[in-house]
């Protein structure tokens, strides 16, 4: 499995953006994607995360209620829609994932959905929050 990112760029604060993640390869195996991101000097962190089939979902707390991750089977393709973004924000955003069947809203990014947790990781888009 390939996976390519891409929508970053550059968004003065408040501003929205879209990211997309193109998979490719033998993607036939009912994966699970997440979103995550990595600030210059910090830990990459889980941002959201998104099950199979479309129907669970997971947001970290910094990022509910603005952000939604959603998918297009059809397409191979993972967005995550950003909205009301924050200086703090500005980061390099990962796609990545996983052949998993369990519930992201229930296993939470940290575990199921975690870094350590992902199998397949695609290079990751800039995202530069401006004040």
């Known amino acids: 499995v390939q996976l390519q990112a891409s929508g970053g760029g550059l968004v003065q604060a408040g501003g929205p953006l879209r990211l997309s993640c193109a998979l490719s390869?033998?993607?036939?195996?009912?994966?699970?994607m997440g979103w995550f991101r990595q600030a210059p000097g910090r830990e990459r962190e889980s941002v959201a995360a998104?099950?199979?089939?479309?129907?669970?979902?997971w947001y970290s707390d910094s990022v509910a209620g603005r952000y939604t991750i959603s998918r297009d089977n059809a397409k191979n393709t993972v967005a995550l829609q950003m909205n009301n973004l924050k200086l703090e924000e500005t980061a390099v955003y990962y796609c990545?994932?996983?052949?998993?069947?369990?519930?992201?809203?229930?296993?939470?990014?940290?575990?199921?959905?975690?870094?350590?947790?992902?199998?397949?990781w695609g290079k990751g888009t800039q995202v530069t929050v401006s004040s």
């Open positions: 990545a994932a996983v052949q998993s069947s369990a519930d992201p809203y229930t296993c939470g990014g940290y575990g199921c959905y975690g870094v350590g947790a992902m199998e397949y």
């Open positions: 390869g033998h993607t036939s195996g009912g994966y699970a």
């Open positions: 998104i099950n199979w089939s479309g129907s669970s979902t």
